[in-house]
Each structure stands twice: as C-alpha cells, then as structure tokens.
C-alpha cells in the first residue's frame, strides 16, 4: 500500500501512461500500470507530471517592492540600481519577510519548489540578509531557498563591501556573488572576481557572479571567471549569471571563451525576461537583444539554466513567479522553436537549474522526492506554449497546492464551444 499513486502522467522524457507511486515522501516507482493500491490515487489523464520548477536567480530581497519610493523611469539597469539604493535605508526586516513570504506562496502556487536568491550585502547594516535568513528558515519546510552574498554597490567600490560580505557568510549565507562589472575598472572587476573565487575556495562554499551583464563587447569578467575556478579548482561549484556581453562579442573571441567556459565546469544563468528588458537600452535600431549565446553554450556541453531574476521590484515591473514565463520568453529570445529546443529550454526551468543549485534527490527516478507538479498541458512544448494551470503541486508527497482547469465556457449561436480545456492536435 503505497501514500499516493499518481496515474497516466506523461513525462517529460516523453513516456506516457506512467504510474508514479509514492512512500513516505519518496517516489517508489515510475512504471506503466502499477497494480497496488494507495491511500490517494491522482489521475492524471495524460497530462504532464514533472519534477518541480527551480529558479537559480532571483533577488528576493526586491521581490514585490515596485513603486518603492517610486517608479525607475529610464527602465535601465542602473537607474534600477540607483533606485534600489534609495529604498535601501528604509529597509526593514518585516516588511523584508512578508514580500518574501507572499512571493513564496506565488511560487509554490506555480510548481516552484527551489529558488537560489541573491541578498544584497552592501548596506553595512546587512538587514536584508538578516530578513533573507528568517524566511529561509520559515518556508524550509516546502521550499528550499538558497542565498548569495551579493555585493550590489560593488564588492571594492561600495564603501565597507569587503567587510559586508565576509559578515553576510559568518551570518549564514550560503554562496558568494560578485558584480564585476560594476567595480570601478576592468582591473577592479578582475581583482574582484579573483578575491572572491578566492574566499570560495578558502571556506568551501559555492560562487554565483552576476558577471557581466552589460553590452560592452570588450567587458572580459567571464573569462576571468572560467579562469579563476580552474585556477582555485573551483570546477563545478561555479555559476555565471546574465553573461550578456556575449551577445555582443566578437565571434572569433567568443570561439575561445566557450570552450573556457566548459573547462570550468561553469554553470550559465540567462535571465531571458530581465535580459530582453535591460539590454541594448543604449542603442538605436538596431537594437541587440542581450541575452548570452544560449544555443552554442548548450551544444559545447555547458549546463544552462534560465533565472526569473526579478518581480515587480526597481529593475523590472512585470513578473508572476512562474518559471513557464520565463521560458516562453528563452523560446523567442534564444529562437529555439524546434521540438528538440523546447525540451531543451523545459530542461533549464527543471533538471538543469537543480543541478546548478546542487538539489539533491531531485528527479523521476526510484528514491527521489516526491515533489512533483502536474500540469494542464500534454506535453513540455505545450507548457511552454500555454504557460497551464498547476492542477496540482505535491510535495514530499503532499498536495501543497491545486488550481482548477482552466474552461472557458463560449455561448455562441448554433454549436458548441470547441474550448473544453484539453490539448489541441490537429487532424489531417
Ligand atoms: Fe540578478
């Protein structure tokens, strides 16, 4: 007698009529017709069921802050820095922990059981980290939140940002981010990004740099990275956020620094929604995209995974918490429509982004996590498509969350509504 059997999912392997049985938090089995019983059964009638969405790049201490003191007018990066530096003083841990618990319900609500946060260290006063600690451990038990040390106001260029951050660890924080691009100078970036792999390496904690995103094709902090972790032998313990000069760069340099990128085992994180709002506000038409070189990344082996980065806060005022978003945008961003790029893109809002975050005992396979997510939709092209309804969210074997079918009811003259909410296939 198993806790939960969830029946007829299809997967996002493609199999289809799958069981997918559940013990004591953990999945039992995922086979064709399994002949036990359980205390719940689920059908899923061949809809998705998949591993939960994990985001690896957001900024939870932001989160839900938009209009606070007022709106960023010129909608680039720095004026959102800029912005952010004026709500900063008036900061309280509180107000901090109940936008972060709201945004978390918004998460769990959409299949979105892991986030990595980037905490901003550089008010000495390291409120936001303190508030980051607490709704850690509030929302542990559903949903794991991991957080970076992240030096906003620059690690050497904010006043105190040394200290700051090195207090931001002893705190508790679990990983170390950096923002070359914004020191002072080239060499300020280098020397940044080289102290901090080297704190990495000296307390054994992971790095996550936002690490250049600007459209300066000449910014050269990513191959200071790749080369930093090699060097500290960091391999694997390392992710780069953003990346977006290399969009910009020349083809030829960039055919050298892919390859440094994957001797260093490094992750990549795009930020498809926050890369196609920011970039490129310094130019005319045309107007460059931003957003890193997805497709060659991928096809040189590299993990990538795709971030949310920000909701309604200084830099960007859209955003729900649903990963399905962010990959609708990697879809038209990156132009990777085909039915091999799409499970590619579902992949980075899945299985790749919990292996840059390290998630243990996440997946499909016997002994897992039951944490699972069914969608209305048939498929993970579809999902990105229509971004469906979660109909249900389980955790540790657990509905945490359900959310109806949506049904559109259309009262028309003469025939009956062709809208029954289920997947469209077109007959020849
Ligand atoms: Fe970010």
Redesign the pocket.
């Known amino acids: 007698m198993f806790d939960l059997i969830i029946r007829n999912a299809n997967l996002p392997d493609g199999r289809s009529g799958i069981d997918i049985a559940v013990l004591s938090g953990k999945i039992a089995a995922a086979e064709p017709a399994i002949a036990a019983t359980a205390l719940e059964e689920i059908d899923a009638t061949g809809r998705l069921v998949t591993p939960p969405f994990v985001d690896p ?1 957001f ?1 939870m201490d932001a989160t839900l802050s938009l209009g606070l003191p007022r709106m960023n007018r010129s909608g680039t990066l720095l004026e959102g820095i800029a912005l952010w530096g004026e709500l900063r003083p008036t900061l309280t841990v509180d107000a901090l922990v109940e936008r972060g618990l709201r945004y978390c319900d918004l998460a769990v609500s959409q299949g979105l059981l892991a986030i990595r946060s ?1 905490v901003d260290t550089s008010d000495p006063r390291l409120v936001t980290v303190e508030a980051m600690i607490e709704l850690r451990r509030l929302v542990a038990p559903y949903l794991t939140l991991q957080l970076v040390a992240f030096p906003q106001d620059g690690y050497f260029r904010a006043e105190g940002g040394v200290k700051s951050l090195d207090r931001a660890l002893d705190m508790g924080v679990d990983i170390i981010g950096g923002i070359p691009h914004f020191e002072r100078t080239m060499e300020d970036g280098r020397l940044s990004v080289a102290a901090l792999c080297r704190i990495a390496a000296d307390r054994g904690l992971p790095v996550d740099m ?1 690490c250049d ?1 600007t459209d300066d094709p000449h910014s050269r902090h990513v191959e200071t990275l790749a080369a930093e972790t090699v060097r500290f032998g960091l391999q694997g313990r390392v992710a780069g ?2 990346l977006t000069s290399m969009h910009s760069m020349d083809n030829y340099y960039v055919s050298k620094l892919i390859p440094l990128i994957a001797e260093a085992q490094m992750n990549v994180i795009p ?1 498809p929604l ?1 890369n196609i709002m920011l970039q490129g506000r310094h130019d005319s038409y045309p107007k460059r995209r931003g957003m890193t070189r997805v497709r060659e990344l991928m096809a040189a082996g590299i993990n990538v995974s795709f ?1 949310h ?2 909701v309604m806060d200084p830099w960007y005022s859209m955003g729900s918490g649903d990963m399905l978003e962010v990959g609708h945008m990697a879809v038209h961003v990156a132009q990777m429509a085909s039915v091999e790029d799409k499970v590619a893109i579902f992949a980075a809002l899945t299985v790749n982004s919990a292996r840059t975050m390290g998630l243990q005992g996440y997946g499909l396979n016997k002994g897992c996590n039951a944490d699972l997510v069914i969608l209305q939709a048939q498929n993970p092209a579809e999902a990105l498509r229509l971004k469906p309804a979660r109909l249900a969210v389980i955790q540790a074997g657990r509905v945490i969350a359900r959310t109806a079918p949506q049904i559109t009811e259309l009262a028309l003259e003469g025939r009956p509504s062709l809208l029954d909410g289920s997947s469209y296939a077109p007959r020849v």
């Open positions: 790049h900024h980037h936002h995103e956020s953003h930020n926050i971030g980065d920000c």
